[in-house]
Nanobody, 126 residues
């Protein structure tokens, strides 16, 4: 079965950096569009960044210029490099996958995704 396992979360001070990883298994990784999402306590899950099968990307306005999503198809791994972190970035971060016939398809809407990881916590202190 499809499994997504995130890692790389932690606690950092504002202005710091983290890189999240998500290893996929049980799937033909190159057939899936991928995304990173986050959810803070008491808030809805929101899209952070997404990447199509062709490597094209899209970002939430709140993270543009600070976060970079990438994928390594040889290692079945999705990454999220996070720089200039802010306290408001504090949340549980999830990766997600959706089977896509279009190479350019990608979405920041959680409802569009089929498979989810368990999440990794990111805490940014001021």
């Amino acid at each position: 079965q499809v499994q997504l396992v995130e890692s790389g979360g932690g606690s950092v001070q504002a202005g710091g950096s983290l890189r999240l990883s998500c290893v996929a298994s049980g799937m033909t990784y190159t057939r899936y569009s991928m995304g990173w999402f986050r959810q803070a306590p008491g808030r809805e899950r929101e899209g952070v960044a997404c990447i199509g099968r062709d490597g094209s990307t899209s970002y939430a306005d709140s993270v543009k210029g600070r976060f970079t999503i990438s994928r390594d198809n040889g290692e079945n791994t999705l990454y999220l490099a996070m720089n200039s972190l802010k306290p408001e970035d504090t949340a549980m971060y999830f990766c997600a996958a959706v089977l896509s016939s279009l190479p350019t398809y990608k979405s920041l809407r959680p409802v569009d995704y089929q498979y989810w990881g368990q999440g990794t916590q990111v805490t940014v202190s001021s």
